[in-house]
């Protein structure tokens, strides 16, 4: 058997995205799903990360500390969408991630646009850029695809880097928060903190949603079987690219939010470790679940956060060792492992 | 139900939820940002940090009846980190002063959240001097070097020792194209001649064909506008391709941990552009000999620059009686430093002035102590090394 | 007398070195085309790999004073038996699991490896010295070339032929082959499998070490010299073909000149040439230059 048939032969127990830590195909798109909708446990932990997420500033987190870190949970929800649910692993998200970032930046601060309308425009050069990649990559499978979206990537950084937009390495700096409609001015932390917050809840949902509907019960079943997809008269490729291009625009919109909330977008925004870093959170979190890239992203962007005062030196080495755990012991991730967890509790009971 | 109990609770929350402006109590806290990890770690990084510790220390610990103390992140090169590690600590740990180490981009997003928590923000590491220009605000100080002092000095000081032809080996990068634009610009204002030039990647491994052409260009200064393990890499295949015997090699952004790494025999006849050098003085020996029993190398000018700048800024808020950054400010544009690093003033524009050094770097058989790299080619007073009055891009400053 | 623009001597020199980085680039591929060929092991620490064999070197020659000839024989045999280590310990348990998992590790191993040796040596670099038999340049006319180059060049073409041939068209190699494609028919004729996998990625990890001491004397031996070159290499496999010794190594060359190349007429883009190419190549041929499609 060559090389190649492999790759596309794989035992679907065993990909990446692996079945047992996401929704059999004939239940509604819940972890933890039971025949008779979410379990009880399920909703306390959702109501219970939305009162957090609502009252962050209120109990005392640093609201830019935990608008960041929705950014990025949002970047790895994002491409979680595509991963998870339609078993592609990219290794090209951070140029959707960081064109976005630039464009809103360049749009607010050159182009005197108002916020909404930078990250509407992020988005869409996300969407935009994502269908070009996904033009090109979307007929290869496992790690051809993963290679051509790097090397797409790679000319997006190069892009970036000579670009004069840009600013190269000094990043486009200084982008005004502005205000949100014309209306509701974004300076305040606070205020930006409740708008981001609203945004991300917003795509947490949309999210759900798509993956719930009957678009994203196709993608599951390519996900799992795509010959079988195939043979049941589906255009697989047609459902591969628009699931790439929703995540590459929902990639966008969270970088955009990103310059917003920092003032500004850098090259390390389009940069291959970026790229590398949205997998490890989705990774680490549990990938093909809807809370596993936000706890994911999460522990890690809090680790660099947290890491950068005490003990700077060794944050690569923390995360590289997280890499190695996460693979050998802990492939389905805090969600997958807790939701297993669970599964076996109900089958002792 | 759940709601109104939700919706009374942000009522409560938000109305205890200040703004957090900078109080006038408590320790004064210097904030140290630099990369500690990374490619800049040698010249800057966690020997910079102890630095401004050593300089609290030194000064008492104490400032207005006030203990000092010394924070420090790792940004790991990511603006991202180091501009929401500013904001952390000047939100929440009511910090005083910000020292901003290596990597432009992070100091240009720190400068930002500085000038808009009005908080001193003190650049040693960074070289782009848009902080002191397009991007200069009222808080911002430029304090040890930046790509306009290395490109006039080299440029002016081998112009005039009559090498006239030159040729760019330039990191594709901002910085790189900087500091071959202003070198460029001093090398035709003093009447010499910019044979060519070629841009390379950052982080090329090999640099034999980038070579080979500058070679071609028959050029006499071989001008180097790129910094750490590019600049090492290119030294080493320059000398391995006999381009040192037939041009003289310029680095526009050298430290002495390159020149360590490299050794000697690659480096011998190296001109390079500095503010400082362990061996120029008495008590520039001093500090050196304190930081070697410590770390086993000699300080970069980085890290002498980290610990002035942190004893400026304690005189300044002595003599200013006050934490406030406005003050402070006043105060640190109207004195006058003078310590082992430099003599010098800070202009209104945030630029420290003060003089530049040529070096060259010595050959085996000169240098007759461990870490004696340099001997001084010329002294570039400070009016003539940075950006003129009449350049500068800056609206605080008076034309 | 001008091609493209420019003399024929520099286009001559030009050329030479591209050859010379292009043996140089199949020599560090090698490896790493080994490694997924025979194993299915997508192995990102290849270039922790690399950088650890420049180091054995430098560390050989500045604590005990072992010279650049006998460091390009322990060097690989110290890295390759780390990888022996490293595949007993973590990679073993990878097998018959979606590649990517491996090079989610691999990578992870390579941020540990780099991370420590930063702690420990530094960013900066240190100097490794061209050994003194091969100092000195000869002038060919159109150029003068380090001596050193012509030996890297020669250096790493016989290397890589000699695995070719060690793969291709020995008893040992088929065996290999053989195994990779069906353990338990293998196995059952009384070959051991385990043992000739664990040795397979050390061999390919020995073969990263090589690169490294060959490399030290040009470029400065550093934690950080193995990331900046790993997508590179990566991309050079996958465009042979990933299978595909061959592939890899005339990829390598092709890829050498062409980035060569790139440097005279837009020097910018020469790190970027390499993505271009492998887009480029994987739409026209999708299993890459020489790569068996399904």
Known sequence: MSNAA?????????????STT?????????????????????????????????AAPVIGLYPVFVMKLLCFALFACAFNLLLGFTGLLSFGHAAFFGMGAYVAGWCIKSAGWSPELGIVGGAVIGAGLGLLF???AIRRQGIYFAMITLAMAQMVFFFCLQAKFTGG???????????????????????MYYVVAAIFIGCFLGIRRIVTSPFGQVLKMIRENEPRAISLGYEVDRYKLLAFVLSAGLAGLAGSLKTLVMGFATLSDVHWSMSGEVILMSLLGGVGTFLGPVIGSGIVVALQDTLADKVGEWVTVIIGAIFVVCVLAFRKGVVGEVHAYMERRRARS | MKLKTLAAAMAIGLGTVGAFAQSNSGPVRIGFVTDMSSVYADIDGPAGAEMVKWAAQDFGGKVLGRPIEVLSADHQNKPDIAS???????????????????????????????????????????????????????YTVHYAYDTVSLAKVAGTALINAGYKSWYFLTADYAFGASLEADASAVVKANGGTVVGSVKHPLNASDFSSFLLQAQASKAQILAMANAGGDFTNAMKAAKEFGITKTMK???????????????????????????????????????????????????????????SVATTYLKAVQAAGTTDADKVMTALKSMKVDDFYNKGQIRADGRMIHDMYLFQVKGQKESTTPWDYYKVVTKVPGDQAFTAVAQSKCSLIKK | MEIFGIPLQAFLGQLMLGLVNGAFYAMLSLGLAVIFGLLDIVNFAHGALYMLGAFAAWIMLDQWGVNYWFALVLAPLVVGTLGVVIERTFLKHLYGLDPLYGLLLTFGLSLILEGVFRYQYGASGQSYPVPDLLSGATNLGFMVLPNYRAWVVVAS??????????????????YLRAGTENAKLVQAFGVNVPMMVMLTYGAGAALAALAGVL????????????????????????????????????????????????????????????????????????????????
């Open chain 3, 215 to 294: 490399a030290a004397p040009i470029i400065q031996v550093s934690p950080l010299m193995g990331s900046n070159l790993i997508i590179v290499v990566f991309a050079v496999v996958v465009i042979g073909g990933m299978g595909s010794i061959l592939g890899s190594v005339v990829t390598g060359l092709g890829l050498g000149v062409i980035e060569g190349m790139t440097r005279v007429f837009y020097p910018e883009a020469s790190s970027v040439i390499v993505f271009v190419v492998m887009v480029i190549v994987l739409v026209l041929r999708p299993a890459g230059l020489f790569g068996k499609e399904a």
């Open chain 2, 249 to 307: 090699v310029a680095g526009l952004l050298v430290f002495i941990n390159d020149v360590h790494s490299l050794g000697l025999n690659s480096t011998e006849g190296l001109q390079l552009a500095d503010s400082w050098y362990w061996n120029q003085d008495d008590a520039s020996r001093k500090f050196a000999k304190r930081f070697f029993e410590k770390y086993k190398r000699m300080p970069s000018s980085l890290q002498a620059a980290d610990y």
């Open chain 3, 157 to 174: 073409l016989a290397v890589c032929l000699g695995t070719w041939f060690l793969i291709e068209r020995t008893r040992l190699g088929a």
């Open chain 2, 84 to 138: 929401s590690k500013a904001r952390e600590w000047m939100d929440k740990e009511n910090l005083s002063m910000l020292i901003g180490g290596t990597n432009s981009g992070t100091a240009l997003a720190m400068s930002k959240v500085a000038a808009e928590k009005k908080r001193p923000f003190m650049a040693v590491g960074p070289g782009s001097a848009r902080l002191t220009n397009e991007d200069c605000t009222p």
């Open chain 1, 169 to 191: 390495e000094d990043g486009l700096q200084g982008v005004p928060r502005g205000k949100l409609l014309g209306l509701l001015p974004l300076e305040t932390d606070i205020v």
């Open chain 1, 6 to 18: 492999k790759a596309t032969a794989i035992d679907p127990m065993t990909k990446l995205a692996d």
């Open chain 1, 22 to 54: 996401s929704v059999p195909p004939d239940t509604a798109g819940e972890a933890f799903a039971s025949a008779a909708g979410p379990s009880a446990l399920l909703r306390v932990v959702y109501v219970g990360l939305l009162v957090l997420v609502l």
């Open chain 1, 134 to 136: 996904g033009l090109v």
